[in-house]
């Protein structure tokens, strides 16, 4: 009784599958064998691999002369998106009994970040609601060694500060979602005295008692005797948090007491805090489209306001992570309203099957008559059930399998989606809104709707303190946020809270508005395993390798993202202007306007480390960061296939259907099977004709490889093209987590947008 009890609390008050982020963090931590010695928790201070950077800098500096690039600016790759296991979700996913092989403290990501992916910038981005004061002194800590065994003049690593905001609302009105917060500065008396965690949800659930003492005692022994250590110390990690005083609202930043845990119910009040703290800040957005834990009927539009839009920190748009991609819109939605506002459940489409439609077919299932009204009004039911539970609709089907949804909520033609896509919060509807309400002026001083114009990025999110896990699809365990419980009975508890109710045959209703119903405790788990890659890739056009030159980059939107795989590219404008325009740019004109696209594939990579990382870690510390693989390149590169070149025309007046604005893709040019890479050049004849505000952005896609979950659900369709059964890339024992669950995918990469105005009067 008391273990059933214990399991359940311990559900309730650290379970978030994904992110959000449940309770305190984890210091450095010694671990029982399977992990990290005390000793190792450090940043490795030896040889860095000033050698290997300067290779990489010499191969670069040749593409530029062969192709005619700035040999002024370098491409470098990072990752700004990365969480240790000072993040709850990530300590309870390296847990022995989660499959996970032991803790990962932050030096832990300056090591890998340097010796495992060889990067040349990246980020700790914690969870804030996990965050007490000590932890994130630690965490400063950590990235002021990292960047104190290079070169400051010359870096091998750039290593900047940071946390994760993680909003979470329970409806699609008070839903807000997630932002990176990344510091141009480290020093103590520039940055922050505590990070700024969010309100709602996350941190109602980040601050949940583990128990009662005698649960606290006793827990770790019953749930996991081997690993009690681990678990004693995540409940007491737990209790701190919970008992670590909130700050007092309305008072100055500055004026707030040092020990007190700081948080921001919405983005405008964020914003607030982060300019009484002051100093240079970007919040980037990610994560938009994840059905994980975003409620069903959630879109951007609120957010295009003077009061939540903030283009000083807000310039960025996380477009990749290891948790899917967010660019691609879609007109189909999982729920819908009638004239009065009410919930209804869409009608399935050829292309998209939404889930409380499925809710009803498997009830429809278990009638004795399924033409019965009684039957009907039983599966309209279980069809408002699933719309009023949210993310937790997948519950309401009481002994309903993961298998049994086969593939409703999934976006099937998107390029390696997130989970249950939300299409109204993907990258190109947000680009084609327009707000006509709040205008703002542009870059000639002429009135415009206010819209957002963010350059594109990726980046990992990844939970196992590993930066830019995405140079080789092996290792889906090692290399991406697979996980699983090991066992039935652990399974039942955590991963699947339908095994705990009673099996009946009608749905089980949830409300989500009820605010004793924590979504995130109920947010879908086991499907999400099809839905975990190895992550993006943030790379920037750098004047220099320095922190400044980085972050001006940064700041000029003069930036990609890839899928992983470290493409080069560039999009300039070359026409309209009088001089080349790079991508990230905004321009005003009246003149055709005509691009250029040069891309090159990413190198071929050589199993195995290079020398130096085998050298500065040795081979044991190496398998156990880097699972004994590093980015490791060849001389051969792989082919881009074809550029894509992607419109969208803002809305121009107020309620322009979305249809038609969105070109994807507008144009496509097929490559040449040349390692050299490909170029191309286009014009856009019809923007003097429409005259009309237009971005434009391009995608460098690379021949299809095999790829880590490529196939995410690995349906198997009937002859009219519907999934009849699915292959669940599950995480919930060894023998599974072993499978990679390749297939072909196309990695890309995907430019900043150049945002071209037309020009509304004479200079």
């Not at 919040?283 to 306001?305: E, R």
């Not at 009684?374 to 089907?397: F, R, T």
């Not at 114009?453 to 090692?478: L, M």
Request: net charge negative; aromatic share 10%.
């Amino acid at each position: 009784m008391l273990k059933g009890a214990v399991l359940q609390n311990l559900y309730k008050a650290t379970f978030v599958f994904m992110l959000l982020i449940t309770a305190a963090a984890i210091a450095f931590v010694a671990f029982d064998g399977r992990g990290v010695p005390e000793k190792d928790s450090l940043v490795h201070v030896g040889e860095v691999p000033g050698e290997w950077v300067k290779e990489r800098q010499q191969r670069q500096a040749e593409v530029s002369v062969n192709i005619g690039t700035s040999p002024h600016k370098q491409i470098l790759f990072g990752d700004l998106h990365v969480h240790s296991t000072f993040s709850t979700d990530a300590f309870f996913w390296s847990l022995p009994m989660m499959n996970g092989e032991g803790t990962h403290p932050p030096a832990d990501a300056c090591n890998y970040a340097r010796y495992c992916s060889n990067l040349d910038f990246w980020s700790l981005t914690d969870h804030a609601e996990n965050l007490v004061p000590r932890h994130w002194t630690m965490i400063k800590d950590m990235v002021r060694q990292c960047n104190a065994v290079t070169d400051p003049a010359d870096p091998d690593l750039v290593t900047f500060l940071g946390w994760e905001w993680s909003q979470v609302g329970q409806t699609p009105e008070n839903h807000y979602g997630h932002r990176n917060i990344v510091l141009l500065e480290t020093e103590e008396d520039k940055v922050p005295v505590r990070p700024i965690a969010s309100g709602g949800v996350a941190a109602q659930a980040a601050r949940q008692s583990p128990g009662s003492l005698l649960e606290q005692t006793l827990g770790p022994y019953l749930i996991d005797f081997r690993n009690r250590d681990l678990l004693k110390q995540m409940f007491s990690k737990q209790a701190e948090l919970a008992a670590t005083t909130m700050c007092p609202q309305g008072v100055h930043v500055k004026d707030l007491p040092v020990d007190c845990v700081e948080s921001a119910e919405t983005p405008e009040a964020l914003w607030k805090k982060l300019d009484q703290w002051g100093g240079e800040v970007l919040a980037i957005p990610h994560g938009t489209t994840w059905g994980f834990y975003t409620p069903p009927g959630s879109k951007w539009d609120k957010q295009l306001t003077n009061a939540h839009n903030n283009s000083k920190y807000q310039r960025l748009f996380e477009m990749m992570s290891g948790h899917g991609n967010s660019e691609e819109y879609r007109d189909w939605r999982a729920v819908a309203y009638d004239g009065q506002g009410r919930m209804m459940c869409p009608a399935p489409t050829v292309d998209y099957t939404p889930c409380c439609h499925r809710a009803g077919e498997l009830i429809g299932e278990r009638c004795d008559d399924p033409g019965s009204a009684a039957c009907q009004a039983k599966i309209e039911k279980a069809q408002m059930d699933y719309l009023n539970a949210g993310v937790a609709g997948h519950l309401v089907v009481s002994g309903a399998r993961p298998e049994d949804w086969l593939n409703c909520g999934q976006c099937k033609d998107c390029f390696l989606p997130a989970l249950n896509y939300r299409p109204g919060n993907s990258a190109q509807y947000i680009m084609a809104l327009s707000n006509f309400d709040e205008p703002v002026t542009n870059a000639a001083g002429e009135p415009k709707p206010q819209r957002f114009r963010f350059g594109f990025i990726a980046s990992s999110d990844n939970h196992a303190a590993q930066p830019g896990t995405g140079y080789k699809e092996s290792g889906r365990h090692k290399s991406s946020d697979a996980f699983g419980p090991v066992g039935d009975s652990i399974r039942q508890t955590f991963s699947d809270p339908a095994k705990r109710m009673e099996y009946a045959q009608e749905s089980i209703p949830f409300d989500r508005h009820n605010t004793n119903f924590n979504l995130l405790q109920y947010a879908e788990s086991e499907r999400q395993g099809s839905y975990f890659y190895t992550g993006g890739l943030f790379a920037a056009h750098s004047a220099g390798r320095g922190r400044q030159a980085v972050w001006d980059a940064l700041q000029r939107k003069e930036v990609y993202g890839t899928s992983g795989d470290r493409i080069l590219l560039w999009f300039d404008l070359v026409s309209g202007t009088g001089a080349e325009v790079p991508m990230g740019s905004e321009i005003v004109t009246k003149i055709t306007p005509r691009f250029r696209v040069r891309a090159i594939g990413a190198f071929a990579q050589k199993p195995g480390c290079p020398q130096h990382s085998v050298q500065a870690l040795g081979e044991d510390r190496l398998n156990y960061m880097c699972g004994g693989e590093c980015y490791n390149p060849s001389n051969d590169r792989k082919l881009i296939e074809r550029i894509e070149v992607v419109r969208i025309k803002p809305q121009a007046y107020k309620g322009e259907r979305m249809e038609g604005l969105i070109e994807d893709p507008w144009r496509v040019f097929p490559c040449e099977s040349d390692a050299a890479g490909c170029e191309v050049e286009f014009e856009d004849g019809d923007f003097t004709e429409d005259k009309r505000d237009v971005l434009y952005y391009v995608r460098a896609i690379q021949a299809a490889s095999p790829t880590i979950n490529g196939e995410q659900l690995r349906c198997e369709d009937d002859e009219n093209g519907q999934c009849v059964s699915v292959s669940i890339c599950y995480g919930d024992d060894r023998t599974a987590l072993q499978d990679d669950c390749l297939a072909p995918a196309s990695e890309r990469a995907w430019s900043s947008p150049i945002f071209v105005d037309y020009e509304i009067h004479e200079p």
